[in-house]
């Protein structure tokens, strides 16, 4: 396989990547601009399995989208709607609850809840939210709020981030999502989502969190208007804000779904363009301990494959997926927990199920 890298020109960065060295920007514009897959895979999964083994993680987790009235109508989003919009909700605090309760016959240890920003929801409302979902589940950890939903409540509340968030903790918030991160390249946030948090403070956000010891994770947006260079220097402030701070989990490539949105001109992305990001990210992301396959996003059979180029985690069961949907994704709402150990097997991989934190649970 060496010989293959050479061939691919590639044969420094893998020298960098056996040495443990951290790649350039430069290297991943060398990357990215490569059309030899196996090549990229091969390396990144020197990297997966150094940090991970041949494990590769799943969790039975519940989606819960409480709103999708939003203020911000980013460009590349199909789920945010102005308010009195025909496809506009905003679920009641009593919903929400319901919304767990009608699972409580499965054995879910997370629930991941986002919406949009708002305009009229109040301060309190969020906190009855955690407060609802811990009394009818008082053991699930919730991951709940991207950073750019963080910075909206704390304006609402008129108090400081860290403020905000020590309040939200002592409510029930056990971690944070990675959304909202789009690209960091301020060129990119002016044509997409002029009106949403800007990349600095996102990034601001974060590292609060991390200093109040909330873990996070992190996403990047790909495959519309941003270049190589752009998801590059993305990834970059990322990993250099893990060094700063060492709260990121996970990162999740995210990838762009185009229908019904202002921007269903662009093509969606095709497998050799996921593939690559996880891979790249595998490769850029060097003190970040996972990156994610998310089956939802890429389709589970493409899932499968990422976990040979640098992903070693699928998520979860999900249960009811509205953002990515409502964006024209394909793949299903749910997947059980016995098909995705299944899919993980058939990987070569073994299945580990985990809870937010990367504790295990099982493996199988």
Avoid at 12 to 23: A, H
Avoid at 293 to 303: N, T
Wanted: charged share 25%.
């Amino acid at each position: 396989m060496d010989t293959v890298i050479e061939r691919a020109g590639f044969g420094d960065i893998l020298e960098k990547v056996r040495n443990e060295e951290r790649l350039s920007i430069e290297d991943g514009e060398r990357l990215y601009g490569s059309d030899d897959l196996l090549a990229l895979g091969y390396m990144a999964n020197i990297v997966r399995e150094r940090k991970n083994g041949n494990q590769a993680f799943f969790i039975y987790n519940q989606h819960i989208n409480y709103s999708n009235v939003c203020t911000n109508l980013c460009k590349f989003c199909a789920f945010g709607k102005e308010k009195g919009h025909e496809q506009a909700y905003e679920m009641s605090i009593e919903e929400i609850k319901e919304k767990v309760r009608a699972r409580l016959d499965e054995p879910i240890t997370e629930i991941h809840m986002v919406g949009g920003i708002h305009p009229d929801l109040p301060y309190s409302y969020y906190l009855d939210a955690l407060r609802g979902i811990k009394e009818v589940r008082p053991d699930v950890h919730i991951q709940a709020f991207t950073c750019v939903e963080i910075y909206h409540l704390a304006q609402l509340a008129g108090k400081s981030v860290g403020d905000t968030l020590d309040e939200l903790k002592d409510a029930g918030l056990g971690s944070i999502p990675g959304g909202g991160a789009e690209v960091f390249s301020p060129r990119i946030r002016k044509l997409t989502c002029e009106k949403k948090l800007s990349g600095d403070g996102w990034i601001e956000v974060t590292k609060t969190a991390h200093a109040h010891g909330l873990h996070t994770n992190a996403t990047l947006l790909y495959g519309h208007i941003e270049t190589p260079r752009e998801r590059l220097e993305h990834l970059d402030i990322l990993r250099r804000t893990q060094d700063e701070s060492g709260g990121f989990l996970a990162f999740i490539p995210l990838a762009f779904h185009p229908k019904n949105t202002e921007m269903s001109e662009h093509s969606g992305t095709t497998g050799i363009n996921d593939l690559k990001n996880v891979a790249v990210a595998r490769l850029m992301l060097d003190n970040f301990p996972h990156i994610k396959a998310y089956w939802v996003m890429i389709g589970p059979k493409l899932a499968q494959v990422a976990l040979s180029f640098g992903a070693d985690d699928m998520d979860g069961t999900v249960k009811e997926e509205v953002i990515t949907h409502m964006a024209g994704a394909e793949t299903e709402q749910a997947l059980g927990h016995k098909t995705l150990i299944r899919l993980i097997r058939e990987a070569g991989r073994q299945p580990v199920q985990r809870d937010t934190l990367y504790n295990v649970i099982d493996t199988f």
